[in-house]
T-cell receptor, first 111, second 114 residues
Framework: QKEVEQNSGPLSVPEGAIASLNCTYSDRGSQSFFWYRQYSGKSPELIMFIYSNGDKEDGRFTAQLNKASQYVSLLIRDSQPSDSATYLCAVTKEGANNLFFGTGTRLTVIP | DGGITQSPKYLFRKEGQNVTLSCEQNLNHDAMYWYRQDPGQGLRLIYYSQIVNDFQKGDIAEGYSVSREKKESFPLTVTSAQKNPTAFYLC?????????????FGEGSRLTVL
């Protein structure tokens, strides 16, 4: 079983809509949760992190964490064509010195 | 400007040759990492280093070697023992000796074996 699982997509949404990206993780000991955005041919950049159950909002982005269900999501409101990218979910675990990444979900926002 | 510099950006190699990818950072970060990215595979950890003169194997270290002689530098050698080296290689760093999860990435090196 993979540490972190994401639907590879592609996920297509019209401009202005809400994009919902989902991620599940296998280890209940996972502690911190991150969303990275990666444009085609470029390196990943951190856009959101969440440590506690519930929602965390930053501008048009909301990260949601449900530790009981081992589920973390990223909502992008008012999606823009510039949001078109691959979104990588990553988690840390107690005792581990690195991040575990999912395979990423490719999002396309259609003008 | 602070950041991570990887070179070369593109590299072509013949089978049986070793190649070394450079990674330099001026962020004064303690920890540095090498990831490999293949289509549909996400990022997989090759090696990481928390302090100078020390490094640890990641999930896919076979066929790779690293050194950490200076805090700023963490070069990766792809040896001829690596069976399928064509990939996008990413170097990253983080503050402190244990990752908080916030990684700063270089622009990557794309290696193609001919």
């Amino acid at each position: 079983q993979k540490e972190v699982e994401q639907n590879s997509g592609p996920l297509s949404v019209p401009e202005g809509a809400i994009a919902s990206l989902n991620c599940t993780y296998s280890d209940r000991g996972s502690q911190s949760f991150f969303w990275y955005r990666q444009y085609s041919g470029k390196s990943p950049e951190l856009i959101m992190f969440i440590y506690s159950n519930g929602d965390k909002e930053d501008g048009r982005f909301t990260a949601q964490l449900n530790k009981a269900s081992q589920y973390v999501s990223l909502l992008i409101r008012d999606s823009q064509p510039s949001d078109s990218a691959t979104y990588l979910c990553a988690v840390t675990k107690e005792g581990a010195n690195n991040l575990f990444f999912g395979t990423g979900t490719r999002l396309t926002v259609i003008p | 400007d602070g950041g991570i510099t990887q070179s070369p950006k593109y590299l072509f190699r013949k089978e049986g040759q070793n190649v070394t990818l450079s990674c330099e950072q001026n962020l004064n970060h303690d920890a540095m990492y090498w990831y490999r990215q293949d289509p549909g595979q996400g990022l997989r950890l090759i090696y990481y280093s928390q302090i100078v003169n020390d490094f640890q194997k990641g999930d896919i270290a076979e066929g790779y070697s690293v050194s950490r002689e200076k805090k700023e530098s963490f070069p990766l050698t792809v040896t001829s023992a690596q069976k399928n080296p064509t990939a996008f290689y990413l170097c990253a760093s983080s503050i402190g000796t244990r990752t908080s999860g916030e990684l700063f990435f270089g622009e990557g090196s794309r290696l193609t074996v001919l």
